[in-house]
């Protein structure tokens, strides 16, 4: 099993371009999520989603969007980069809200 | 008041010792705690769940204090290789971690 897989591994990106942060999985969970992590500030929740076609808000969910078309996929959409949004972004997943969750090996974003 | 918080650290320790790390939480009906380990540039991983009764996991031990609304982490004997961040989650909030540095 593949787990949680994220691409890309490193990115660098202007002010004002958009991206998205891909993120899947393999273990046919439910619940998947996007944190950021920074220095002192550790893991703050972007986006989560509950199932296929749910979708939530966050801690920090300004710029950026998700969509979950299938159990498998949530992708991340950065609208306009902007340099507070450099930060190590990590996907997860969980078998529910409850339940332990994986993480995938992290995106590190610059944006310049 | 976040959430879940942790001191930050680091704790620096030396081989072979006990550290024990404390992990605050606000919301009186949480359920559901975790303990991860992050090495340096890499992902979280599960190290423990916490359990209301206390668990332990070889040289590592878990316990939840509901009355004063924590949980903690008990390594024994560490080892160089423990040297880590540690982080508490409540659901899927996570504490900032706290550092530990085993030195020889």
């Known amino acids: 099993n593949a787990g949680v897989t994220q691409t890309p591994k490193f990115q660098v990106l202007k002010t004002g371009q958009s991206m998205t942060l891909q993120c899947a999985q393999d273990m046919n969970h439910e619940y998947m999520s996007w944190y950021r992590q920074d220095p002192g500030m550790g893991l703050r929740l972007i986006h989560y989603s509950v199932g296929a076609g749910i979708t939530d808000q966050g801690e920090v969910p300004n710029g950026y969007n998700v969509s979950r078309s299938t159990t498998e996929d949530f992708p991340l959409r950065l609208l306009s980069a902007a340099p507070s949004q450099t930060s190590v972004y990590f996907c997860?997943?969980?078998?529910?809200?409850?339940?332990?969750?994986?993480f995938g090996q992290g995106t590190r974003l610059t944006v310049v | 008041r976040k959430e879940v918080e942790q001191d930050p650290g680091p704790f620096n320790v030396p081989e072979g010792a006990t550290v024990a790390f404390n992990c605050t939480y606000s919301n009186s009906a949480s359920q559901s705690f975790f303990w991860y380990r992050q090495d340096c540039r890499k992902e979280p991983k599960l190290l423990m769940s916490?359990?209301?009764s206390g668990n332990e996991d070889g040289r590592f031990t878990a316990q939840l204090n509901r009355a004063s609304q924590y949980i903690s982490l008990l390594i024994r004997d560490s080892k160089l290789s423990d040297s880590a961040t540690y982080l508490c989650s409540e659901k899927v909030t996570f504490g900032t971690g706290t550092k530990l540095q085993v030195i020889p």
């Open positions: 997860a997943s969980s078998w529910e809200l409850n339940t332990e969750a994986f």
């Open positions: 916490v359990y209301s």
